[in-house]
Structures are given as structure tokens and as C-alpha cells.
């Protein structure tokens, strides 16, 4: 995925914790501080397993400690529904599987209709 990643706040709650980056490393299943280096700097997004661990460690949701991520991560998937949606409007036009393509987009109004209630 795409996205403009705004920043954490991994080092705040470290440092409120009093952890080195190594010691915090450690904790995360690391051999040393250089994955909790490029995290904290906004280098490189963790991986799942590893934003769980943050969240585990400092008893903060992932939203909480990477900020504007989930409101990215909406904005691309959101944007590749629409696309995704013309195609199958487009590909109703074929005859070959027509119920599969119908079905997906009733799944995709269905999915609209609860976000917008």
C-alpha cells in the first residue's frame, strides 16, 4: 500500500517509559535498536506482528501510536472500492459470470450502506 506517513509516537511513549531503543528492541523480539531507530524516525512502518507489540507494550492502540495512518490506509482502500466497483459495473456488459459479478457489487452496496448510517 501507498501512503504519506505522518509520524509516530513510538518514541514518546518509550522514552515515558524509560527505555533505551535497545531495551525496547529486545522487548519487540529484535537483536538490537536499529528496527526501533527506523520506526521511531517514520523510515519503515513495522510489520503487523510488531505494531501488536508496540500496542501490547505501552498498553496504546496502534491508532494512538501511529496517528493518521488508519485515516491513510481508509483513503486508499476507499479509493481502489470505487475503482474495483467501476470495473465490475463495466465487466456486467459479459455475460460470463454475471452472478459472481453481481454478487460482489451487492456486497459493495451493502458495505456502503452501513458506512454512510
Not at 504519506?4 to 511513549?13: D, F, K, L, M, P
Not at 519487540?28 to 510489520?47: D, F, I, M, Q, W
Amino acid at each position: 500500500m501507498e501512503f504519506v506517513h505522518s509520524g509516530n509516537h513510538i518514541r514518546r511513549h518509550r522514552k515515558k517509559s524509560g527505555l533505551s531503543q535497545q531495551e525496547l528492541g529486545r522487548i519487540l523480539g529484535y537483536s538490537n535498536e536499529a528496527a526501533v531507530s527506523r520506526h521511531e524516525k517514520s523510515v519503515t512502518l513495522p510489520p503487523l506482528l510488531i505494531a501488536i507489540a508496540y500496542q501490547t507494550v505501552f498498553h496504546a492502540p496502534i491508532t494512538e501510536l501511529f496517528p493518521g495512518l488508519q485515516s491513510a490506509v481508509e483513503q486508499a482502500v476507499s479509493r481502489r472500492l470505487i475503482e474495483f466497483e467501476a470495473e465490475l459495473q463495466q465487466d456486467m456488459t459479459k455475460k460470463k459470470r454475471t452472478r459472481l459479478r453481481a454478487q460482489k457489487l451487492a456486497w459493495l452496496d451493502e458495505r456502503r450502506a452501513v458506512q454512510e448510517s
